[in-house]
């Protein structure tokens, strides 16, 4: 296990609908990330949060946001949710940001269907 | 723009089989960095290795293997003794010189892997 917890593991919405989904790091780990991977597809990055700031972000619209706490927690919304946002939303932590290369482990994922 | 390509969609094999996933990367960052991770049916992305571009040498633990070569740029991984507990879906992944911090880690799209008994 990686130590980072996401919640919940499956839920449903309706379209127009927003979301929040929770993320607690490995212990340790002050930098947080958040990817959506749909069916069949590898996971793509939407955003990243070091000291509590989104400091890197994919190609993703605004009505992906994101906080992080000072525990270090993180939290993925999406507003509006549209049906192409059915997907698995992984988190990542890692220890600091901008070091050279280090190693990035994610949690379990959230299943989100869009209906 | 980086870019990672995973030819293999699907490999099946025979358990105790040899298999070799493929993974070619594209970037024009000098210092990068290559991962290899493992997605089971959870969802749970496992980390199996992280690689730096300066680091050339060829890794294995266990019965996996990892053969890196800049000049074709691939980074290409290996089980031997193939097992059923390895079916899964096996992800390469690039990140730039930040490590994937702000410009997050590039994706292939998976080779799934079937070990059958």
Redesign the interface.
């Known amino acids: 296990e990686t130590g980072v917890t996401q919640s919940p593991t499956h839920l449903i919405k309706t379209r127009g609908q927003q979301v929040t989904l929770r993320c607690s790091s490995q212990s340790g780990h002050n930098t947080v990330s958040w990817y959506q991977q749909a069916l069949g597809q590898g996971p793509q990055f939407i955003f990243q949060y070091y000291r509590e700031e989104e400091n890197g972000r994919g190609n993703f619209p605004p009505r992906f946001s994101g906080l992080q706490f000072p525990n270090y927690s993180s939290e993925l919304n999406v507003n509006a949710l549209e049906l192409d946002d059915s997907a698995l939303y992984l988190c990542a932590s890692s220890l600091a940001y901008g070091g050279a290369g280090n190693t990035i482990y994610f949690g379990e994922g959230s299943w989100l269907t869009v209906v | 723009a980086q870019k ?1 390509t995973q030819a293999q969609t699907e490999i099946s094999v025979v358990e105790k089989e040899d298999v070799t996933l493929d993974c070619v990367y594209e970037t024009r960052d000098t210092t990068y ?1 290559l ?1 290899w ?1 493992k997605q089971p049916p ?6 199996l290795i ?1 690689r ?1 571009s300066f680091d050339e040498q060829n890794e294995i633990s266990g019965r996996y293997s990892w053969n890196f070569q800049k000049s074709t740029s691939s980074f290409n991984f290996t089980i031997t003794a193939s097992q059923v507990v390895d079916s899964a879906v096996y ?1 390469c ?1 690039l ?1 730039g010189h ?13 080779t799934h892997l079937i070990i059958q008994p």
């Open positions: 990672v960095y991962f991770y959870s969802g749970e992305l496992v980390f992280r730096n992800f992944a990140s930040s490590g994937g911090g702000a410009d997050g880690l590039t994706f292939g799209k998976g």
